[in-house]
């Protein structure tokens, strides 16, 4: 089955001192930048996706700053493909389909930001269209939540996502599980 690596939005906001810091994004970043060294070394495709914000009054990913920048921990080659969106989900009104498409892809290993969001959205697309998808539970960060007065830590936003996305939508598991798969 042949087998690419996507990495969605793992860029310099969410890491410490930016505008909108993930719990953990050091560690996931870090756990991204091996996975992505397994996938180069196999050969298997890899691509980038960057969220840089359109909408009006949005406060991160903003063009032309640093914080849209992907992050040094996976900084791409110049053969691999970065996909700008605007949207939580990677597919919607990008490239992204048409370069998996081409590159005749079945099986797809995600690794990124932010878990609960841009993450849950592109695996659950990838499974609708048909994919056989797989997240690296250790190279995705999140934050903690509130709702009705109700704080949710990151860890648990980070769980329960992770245990939603295992249970239909893909295989969670390490790197080094997920590694395995490119070869």
């Known amino acids: 089955m042949k087998t690419a690596l996507v990495l969605i939005d793992i ?12 719990t953990g994004a050091d560690e996931a ?4 930048g091996q996975l992505l060294a397994a996938a180069r070394g196999a050969g298997a495709g890899v691509c980038h996706v960057q969220h840089i914000a359109a909408q009006p009054g949005a406060t991160f990913f903003l063009p032309n700053t640093t914080g849209v920048d992907i992050h040094s921990a996976v900084a791409p080659l110049p053969d691999e493909h970065v996909v700008p969106k605007h949207f939580p989900n990677s597919f919607r009104a990008t490239t992204l389909a048409s370069r998996l498409e081409e590159e005749g892809i079945e099986r797809i290993i995600f690794a990124g930001m932010m878990t609960h969001m841009c993450v849950d959205a592109t695996v659950r697309a ?15 960060a999140t934050r903690a939540l509130s709702w009705e007065e109700k704080e949710v830590a990151a860890d648990d936003v980070q769980a329960a996502f992770l245990a939603a996305l295992g249970s239909v939508y893909a295989q969670v598991d390490t790197v080094e599980e997920l590694a395995k798969l490119f070869i």
């Open 126 to 140: 990838a499974f609708d269209m048909g994919y056989t998808c797989a997240v690296a539970s250790e190279a995705c």
């Open 11 to 22: 860029q310099n906001d969410y890491f410490p001192g930016g505008a909108m810091e993930l």
């Open 29 to 32: 970043g870090a756990k991204a």
